[in-house]
Nanobody, 123 residues
Framework: QVQLAESGGGLVQPGGSLTLSCTASGGTIGRYSVGWFRQAPGKEREFLAACRWSGSCTDGVDSVKGRFTISRSVAKNTVYLKMNGLRPEDTAVYSC????????????????WGQGTQVTVSS
């Protein structure tokens, strides 16, 4: 059973950057599609981007397109989410998840979840 651990969250000023990491143990990232999600207080969990097991990665969804970039390192068993141009509305708990399902956009299709990391964008 794969276990996921996120890191890299924190407090950043508007316009700043952060890179989140999602490191897997107990399994190989290359056998799973791994997605990044976020959830702000009072809002539903939102899909952001994913890298399929094949290695192809999606562009970010419209709300983060051009600002967030997903990538992965099979050698490091890690998937990254680089976030630029952060805005206060990006404040949320960011989580990564893994699945072997074909679908990648629906969080209910993911088997394994990390504990999440808080990102706060504020001056």
């Amino acid at each position: 059973q794969v276990q996921l651990a996120e890191s890299g969250g924190g407090l950043v000023q508007p316009g700043g950057s952060l890179t989140l990491s999602c490191t897997a143990s107990g399994g190989t990232i290359g056998r799973y599609s791994v997605g990044w999600f976020r959830q702000a207080p009072g809002k539903e969990r939102e899909f952001l981007a994913a890298c399929r097991w094949s290695g192809s990665c999606t562009d970010g969804v419209d709300s983060v397109k051009g600002r967030f970039t997903i990538s992965r390192s099979v050698a490091k068993n890690t998937v990254y989410l680089k976030m630029n141009g952060l805005r206060p509305e990006d404040t949320a708990v960011y989580s990564c998840a893994a699945t072997r399902n074909v679908g990648i956009y629906d969080p209910s299709l993911y088997y394994y979840w990390g504990q999440g990391t808080q990102v706060t964008v504020s001056s």
